[in-house]
Structures are given as C-alpha cells and as structure tokens.
C-alpha cells in the first residue's frame, strides 16, 4: 500500500494501512447501514465500486444502492459500478479455486485503474461457497493468502459475512485472517488477526472434517 494513500471513512473510523477487512452482520439492515454509506462517499469521489455476492441478491443489492440516491443504471454504464455474480467469480471454474480467485480479485482491481478510476472498492458476499469442510479449510487460507497480495493495493477489499449462516469455527479462522474487522456496525483493529505463514501452516496440517464449517 503507498504509505501516502488517503485514510477512508467506514464503520464509525477509517480505514488507513490495512485495507482487508471482514464484516459480520446478522441482518441486511445492519449490512447496508454501515455499506451504504461506503459505498455513496466511493462514488461521490469518483472511484469504482465492484461488488461479488449470489445472483439472487443482485436486485435486493441495487435496490438499496437506489434508495440511497446512486443512479445505479449510469453508474453500471459508466463502469463506476460492477456487480458480479458467483458465477463468474468464485466459482468461475465450477468450484471454488483459491489460486483462480486470488487472481480474480487482482484482475478486479486492475480493471479499476485501466478504467481511469482512482481506487477501487470490492465488496465481496460469498460465504455460500463453503459447503464442507474441505472447502472451508481452502476457504480460510484463501482469505489469509489475500494478505499478502491485497498491501500492493491501496483500494480497500471488504469480505461480508452472514453471521447467521457461519459455524463458530468458520466464523473464528475467518476472524483470524483479516487485520480489520466490523462487528456491530463498528471497524476495529483485529487483535486476532494471525501470523500468515502460522495459520496456512496450521490449516494445511488439517487432516480430518473434526470441526463443521456448516451452519
């Protein structure tokens, strides 16, 4: 990240070196009451907004884009506003590939820049895509390895979470790879936030399903 990149409002703070940060919310009015407003200071700035959540979202998604006065239809054909689907993202190879999706999220962030766009913002919806144990465990260490592409950036990449659909194991290694986290609206610094190379070492020793990652 440049050391003099401009610190960004979000969650009641701002978000100034580390700019990885997951979100738990238990409601999508406590979602978009805190992205709302992130998303808004974005475009009023002139930046991208690319967002990655389930298809069956997408209306729901623009609809609360719409109530906060963001004239969504010029946004998309301006490019200032992607929203993409599973689809073509996480599972842009019929499942979900850490090594695919790393490169996915970097692709994101260029386009930004190649469109004339100062900084992007990604928001990203997926906890969907862990659907065992064995996905879950390539799911945290994807998380975790972001860490050591997503400091190149300065745009801000927000992972969101349903907390209602986590198990407490999922729910804590995810904690455990992002510097920053919102919890109650509110971002803080993540005093759980692991050492990466201890926790993919930690994962990939892992043998056996003895924890659920399913809610």
């Known amino acids: ?8 409002p979000f969650g009641r703070s701002m ?18 009451d805190a992205l709302v ?4 200071d974005g475009i009023n700035c002139g930046q991208r907004a690319h967002h990655i959540l389930p298809s069956q979202h997408r209306e729901d998604h623009l609809n609360w884009l719409r109530s906060a006065g963001i004239d969504v239809e010029n946004a998309i054909k301006s490019r200032q506003l992607e929203v993409e689907p599973l689809e073509s993202t996480y599972l842009r190879t019929g499942r979900f590939n850490m090594d695919d999706m790393i490169v996915v999220i970097q692709e994101a962030l260029k386009a930004g820049a190649e469109f004339g766009f100062p900084l992007t913002r990604l928001i990203a919806h997926a906890e969907t895509v862990v659907d065992d144990w064995s996905s879950g465990n390539k799911w945290v260490e994807y998380e975790m ?13 927000i992972c969101t979470y349903d907390i209602n659909l986590l198990t407490t194991p999922l729910a804590v290694d995810i904690l455990r790879t992002h510097p920053m986290v919102v919890i109650g609206g509110v971002l803080i610094e993540n005093s759980f936030f692991s050492s990466p190379q201890d926790f993919i070492r930690e994962v ?5 399903p003895n924890q659920s990652y399913r809610a």
């Not at 990939?204 to 056996?208: E, L």
Request: aromatic fraction near 10%.
């Open 37 to 40: 407003p992130f998303i808004c």
């Open 145 to 157: 390895r972001l860490n050591e592409v997503l400091p190149n950036y300065d745009d801000p990449v």
């Open 1 to 8: 990240m440049n050391s003099t990149a401009k610190p960004i």
């Open 204 to 208: 990939q020793s892992r043998t056996g």
């Open 15 to 32: 978000l100034r070196e580390h700019r990885h940060v997951c979100a738990f919310f238990s409601s999508a009015v406590e979602e978009y």
